[in-house]
């Protein structure tokens, strides 16, 4: 099956630095990838929706000057939390559908972001 | 808003228990439906999903759901849960074409051997 990978799969802040977490589809291209967020026992919640080579979509509540994403090319994108607090303290996950997926997301393993 | 409500938040069953996790769906248009499983310290994984056809769809490891567009529901079932069935479970929609799935809350289950 497609498979997705996270960099890094943890990391640790401090607060008011800048973290970037990358998403790749490691065997197949997205034309679309996701950026999910996960608070403990919590559900994931869509962020944004990113199309190679275009800007990205935010859901409503989203700040796009705080979660930068960039879909620079099929196999990768990038979400930059950028002046991190200890609120954006989260899970984060991202997944890719390809052209022939029909809907199915991939999911990556995600990333635990703690800022101190 | 759309939205995917799971009933039950938490459910404990012993091993060879039969297993029905609820999942309700707000959208009235096309709607694409999935079940994901999160075992302790993994990924999400796809346990089914459906699309068009039969409403009862067979998934991986034993499950199965049956969607019944009348109630707006998408029920998940295994007629014998395993200890290794221990995870959360999250029912999720994906309506119309904007590719965008809305999870539930996630159902955490605890399989006891």
């Known amino acids: 099956g497609a498979v997705v990978s996270q960099h890094p799969s943890w990391v640790i802040c401090k607060s008011g630095t800048s973290v970037k977490i990358e998403c790749r589809s490691l065997?197949?291209?997205?034309?679309?990838m996701f950026w999910y967020r996960q608070f403990p026992k919590q559900s994931l919640m869509l962020m944004a929706t990113?199309?190679?080579?275009?800007?990205?979509?935010?859901e409503q509540g989203v700040e796009k000057d705080k979660f930068l994403i960039n879909h620079a090319s099929l196999t990768l994108s990038t979400l930059t939390v950028t002046s991190a607090h200890p609120e954006d303290s989260s899970f984060y996950i991202c997944?890719?559908?390809?052209?022939?997926?029909?809907?199915?997301?991939?999911f990556g393993p995600g990333t635990r972001l703690t800022v101190l | 808003a759309q939205s995917v409500s799971q009933h039950n938040h938490h459910v404990i069953l012993s091993e060879a228990a039969s297993l029905e996790l609820g999942c309700n769906y707000s959208?009235?248009?096309?709607?694409?439906l999935f079940w994901y499983v999160q075992y302790p310290g993994q990924h999400l994984q796809l346990l089914l999903k459906?699309?068009?056809?039969?409403?009862l769809v067979k998934g991986i490891k034993g499950f199965e759901a049956e969607f019944i567009k009348s109630k707006f529901s998408f029920n998940l079932r295994k007629p014998s849960v395993q200890w290794s069935d221990t995870a959360e479970y999250f029912c999720?929609?994906?309506?119309?074409?904007?590719?965008?799935?809305?999870f539930g809350q996630g159902t955490t289950l605890q399989v006891k051997p």
């Open positions: 997944s890719a559908l390809t052209s022939g997926s029909k809907n199915e997301q991939f």
């Open positions: 065997d197949f291209q997205a034309t679309t």
């Open positions: 990113s199309n190679e080579g275009s800007k990205a979509t935010y």
């Open positions: 959208y009235g248009g096309t709607v694409n």
């Open positions: 459906y699309f068009s056809g039969d409403p």
């Open positions: 999720a929609v994906i309506s119309g074409n904007t590719g965008k799935l809305i």
